[in-house]
Each structure stands twice: as C-alpha cells, then as structure tokens.
C-alpha cells in the first residue's frame, strides 16, 4: 500500500528537484498522457480489488494508453480539431467509474471486516 | 495491500504472490505518475513565476535597459537643446529686428553717413557779375529752400549743404544776414551740395533736370552761379552731427524690451 504512494511522492520530488521543463506548446500532450496514466493506474487498483489483475495488461495499458493519448491530441492539433477532449472525455470517465467502483470494494470490506 | 483481507488462506497467498511484483511495478508506475504530474505542474506554473534567468541573464538585461535609458536620455536632452536653440534664436532673431529697425530709423533719420550714386552741385559767386566794393554775394534761405525743394521733387534721398546733411528738422533760416543751415554758416564759397539718389538712372536724369532748371536763372539774381557735376557713381553724404532733439514726443511704456532706441 505504501509503496506505490512513496512511489509516487519520490517521482514527484525528482520532477520538482531536477526542474525538468517541456515547452510550453507540449503541455497539452503530458497533461493528457498525466490523465491517462491517472486513469491506467487506478484501472490497475480496481483490477487489483477484484483479484483479475494482470501485470502485463497494467504495464502495456499504461504505456498503450499514455502514447494513443498523446497522438490522439497531437492528430487533433494537426486536423484542427479538438481532438484531445475526446481523450479527456473517455479517461475522465473511466477515472471517475474507477473510482466509485474502488470505493465500493473498499466499503464492502470495510463493512465486512467490522461485522465480524 | 491492495489483495486486502481475505479469510482465505490460499487466496490470500496467492494474491501476495501475484501482489509482491504488482507492488513493484505499481510503485513504478506511480514514480513515473508523480514525475509527469511533477513536470506538468512546472510547465504550467512557468508563465506565473517566469522570471528564470541568472545573475548573468539579468546584468545583461539591465544593461540594455540602461542603455535604452541612456539613449532615451540624450533624445531628450538633444529635444531641449533643440527648444534652447531656437528660443535664443528666436530673442537674437527679435533683437536682430529691432537693431535692423534702429539701423533703418536712424539711416531714415539721417544718423548715418550714406554712400551712393548721385551729383554735387556748386554754388559759386558769378564774379563777372560781382561788382567791386559792394556786399559780397549770399545765398538766400528761400533760395537754398527752393533748391532744395527742387532736388527733392526729382527724386533726390539724401542730402547734404556745405557738409551739413538736410534732415526733416534742418532749419535754413537768416541770422544777422547770414544764411545758416543746422547753425552753420554759408558765407564760403562755393558751397557744395551733395544728393544721393535711388540709382544711377534718376541721378542722370537729376542731372538733366538741374541743367534746365529755373532755379539756377534765380540765383543768378543773387549774383550767384549753380555748377551742376556730372553724376558720380560713389559719393558719400555726411551723417547728422547733433543730436536730434524731440520735444513733444514721449516713448510708449511698454513692460519689458530695450528702450535703447
């Protein structure tokens, strides 16, 4: 449980300590690639609650998703259209789906757990 | 742990077997989250704190901006040097003014000695008329006023009796039976006067007019010959000597400006 947390705080402090910068007109990409990596990792959580968890379907998910993200908003700059709120539509989706459903294992057990 | 509790013995085995590297990778994956996020936040935060340059960057760019300043400074003193010159321009250009009008007035006065192209005329006694032992010959003031007039209405400038220039003051009046101009005796023959007129064409033509002139049969009443010269290309009119005095004038009080005149 922790580690993945202190996982993520470390790659945060690294971000912030090395200020590494991508230019500006990049952005829109990473924030994408951010939301589908958001969406992969808590996909990965939920996958893990329900005991279907595979390794290699969560590591290719993560990297597939961040990559079709990210040319998906790098083709809708070049068609002009916007493009990457498609991505932003079905991640965010999936992210808040995820989510419930994670909370929903989470009560179940709590309330499991407690009657015992 | 994500595998949670579980009563079962081997499920919960088997999920920390399948947990342990999904931990790993998991741990990676959000590494790897908190990096982009990490990035992302930089990026994004960068238009806010954009000031990012060094010591180096800066000196440079104070050093442009001082020379944008400097630049900025001498426009502005090269526009004022600019209004000072033309305010002294314009004052000189306004005393320049009135020194030329002072220089007119007094060359209209007659203050100044004048140079130009006309004749002399010569007043001599007629000696083959003179009669011994009788009053030497004198020039009338009328006749001399009449002359004058005459020279005048052929276009004569500027004029000068014996070395005495005519102004618009000069009086020619009798004193004790002696012709004065200006005080000056004219009991010394001959007396010379000089005209100074436009150009050389109207002292040509003066000099024309003065040959046939009646004024010289006038004076030959008073036993007196007028020599009319041949007009000269340069000749010089004395100036004015005294003062000119003006009794019933007052000069206008003004707040400032030279009351030189």
């Known amino acids: 449980m922790w580690l993945p947390i202190m996982g993520l705080i470390i790659g945060a402090i690294i971000g912030l300590l090395t200020d590494i910068r991508i230019p500006a007109e990049y952005s829109n990409y990473l924030s994408i690639a951010i ?24 590591v290719s998910g993560f990297f597939f998703n961040i990559v079709l993200a990210a040319s998906l908003a790098f083709l809708g700059v070049h068609l002009g259209v916007d493009l990457y709120l498609a991505a932003v ?19 179940t057990k709590w309330s499991t757990s407690s009657e015992k | 742990m994500f595998s949670g509790t579980t009563s079962n013995g081997l499920m919960e085995s088997k999920v920390r077997v399948l947990g342990r ?11 790897i989250i908190g990096l ?23 000196r440079e760019d104070l050093m442009k901006e001082k020379e944008f300043q400097s630049k900025l400074l001498l426009e ?9 010159k033309y305010e002294t321009e314009r004052q000189q ?18 203050l100044t000695e004048v140079t130009g192209p006309g004749l002399t005329l010569s007043i001599v006694p007629a000696f083959n008329l003179v009669v011994e032992g009788g009053n030497p010959p004198s020039v009338s003031p009328d006749m ?30 009798d004193i004790n039976r002696v012709t004065k101009i200006n005080g000056h005796s004219l009991n010394r023959f001959p007396i010379e006067i000089k005209v100074i007129v436009e150009n050389s064409q109207v ?56 009351g030189n005149g």
Not at chain 2, 76 to 84: F, G, M, Q, T, V
Not at chain 2, 157 to 162: A, L
Not at chain 2, 216 to 230: C, Q, S, T
Request: charged residues 25%; glycine residues 4%.
């Open chain 1, 35 to 58: 939301l589908a990596a958001l969406d992969t990792l808590f996909g990965g959580i939920r996958a893990q609650l329900q005991n279907i968890y595979d390794e290699k379907v969560f």
């Open chain 1, 89 to 107: 539509f079905a991640f965010g989706v999936r992210l808040f789906q995820n989510i419930a459903v994670i909370r929903r294992i989470l009560l």
């Open chain 2, 21 to 31: 590297p999904s931990n790993l990778s998991f741990s990676m994956i959000a590494a």
């Open chain 2, 36 to 58: 982009m996020v990490a990035i992302q936040f930089q990026t994004v935060r960068e238009p806010v704190v954009r000031d990012t340059r060094d010591t180096w960057q800066l």
């Open chain 2, 76 to 84: 502005i003193r090269s526009n004022e040097e600019k209004i000072a």
């Open chain 2, 93 to 110: 250009s306004k005393e320049e003014v009135l020194r030329e009008t002072l220089a007119e007035l007094k060359t209209e006065a007659g």
């Open chain 2, 144 to 173: 001399l006023k009449r002359l004058l007039n005459e020279l005048n209405m052929y276009g004569a400038k500027q004029v000068s009796v014996d070395g005495e220039r005519v102004i618009n003051t000069t009086v020619i009046r």
């Open chain 2, 203 to 258: 002292a040509e033509k003066l000099y024309n007019r003065m040959k046939v002139s009646s004024v010289a049969e006038d004076f030959f009443i008073d036993n007196l010959e007028v020599k009319v010269n041949r007009p000269e290309s340069q000749l010089a009119v004395p100036a004015y000597q005294d003062t000119i005095r003006i009794r019933h004038m007052e000069s206008v009080k003004t707040d400032k400006g030279g």
